[in-house]
């Protein structure tokens, strides 16, 4: 299992490498906005464990294993996103999403996947819950007008 900063470094690299040929250590640093030593040492943890092929001054290669991880990881962050613009939140997506992926377990993120295709399927009761959302006025236990 990799730890959150890893799962991000990973994440990166593979969105990096749907761009690109060569992954540099400047190119990770520069998308995660973090030193190059802080890339190099999270490099040797992942080259250690097999997801990626790391020596100083080459270009990075993705394992198959971190073509596969990676993948999964760009594509949960994806569900996720989703997830929230189905639910309509006022909140930044893009940072919620980041917040929540490397907490949920993955049953969590299946029956999420199930939910928003779902929702993707039956447009009817997407639009009746975006009716809700216009004309609720209960009080709600986080009605954030009342705190």
């Given at each position: 299992?990799?730890?959150p900063s890893l799962q991000d470094y990973?994440?990166?690299?593979?969105?990096?490498?749907?761009?690109t040929d060569e992954i540099r250590v400047s190119d990770v640093a520069e998308v995660l906005d973090v030193s190059l030593p802080s890339v190099v040492k999270a490099l040797h943890k992942l080259n250690n464990?097999?997801?990626?092929?790391?020596q100083p001054y080459e270009p990075i290669k993705l394992t198959?294993?971190?073509?596969?991880?990676?993948?999964?990881?760009?594509q949960r962050n994806q569900l996720l996103k989703d997830f929230l613009r189905v639910l309509k939140t006022d909140s930044d997506i893009e940072k919620e999403a980041e917040s929540m992926e490397h907490y949920l377990?993955?049953?969590?993120?299946?029956?999420?996947?199930k939910f928003v295709?779902?929702?993707k399927d039956n447009p009817d009761i997407q639009n009746k819950y975006d009716e809700y959302l216009k004309k609720a006025n209960e009080n709600y236990l986080f009605d954030i007008n009342k705190i």
């Amino acid at each position: 299992m990799l730890t959150p900063s890893l799962q991000d470094y990973l994440e990166e690299m593979y969105r990096l490498s749907m761009q690109t040929d060569e992954i540099r250590v400047s190119d990770v640093a520069e998308v995660l906005d973090v030193s190059l030593p802080s890339v190099v040492k999270a490099l040797h943890k992942l080259n250690n464990r097999g997801y990626v092929l790391y020596q100083p001054y080459e270009p990075i290669k993705l394992t198959e294993k971190g073509i596969v991880e990676g993948k999964f990881l760009v594509q949960r962050n994806q569900l996720l996103k989703d997830f929230l613009r189905v639910l309509k939140t006022d909140s930044d997506i893009e940072k919620e999403a980041e917040s929540m992926e490397h907490y949920l377990s993955l049953s969590t993120i299946q029956a999420i996947e199930k939910f928003v295709y779902f929702m993707k399927d039956n447009p009817d009761i997407q639009n009746k819950y975006d009716e809700y959302l216009k004309k609720a006025n209960e009080n709600y236990l986080f009605d954030i007008n009342k705190i």
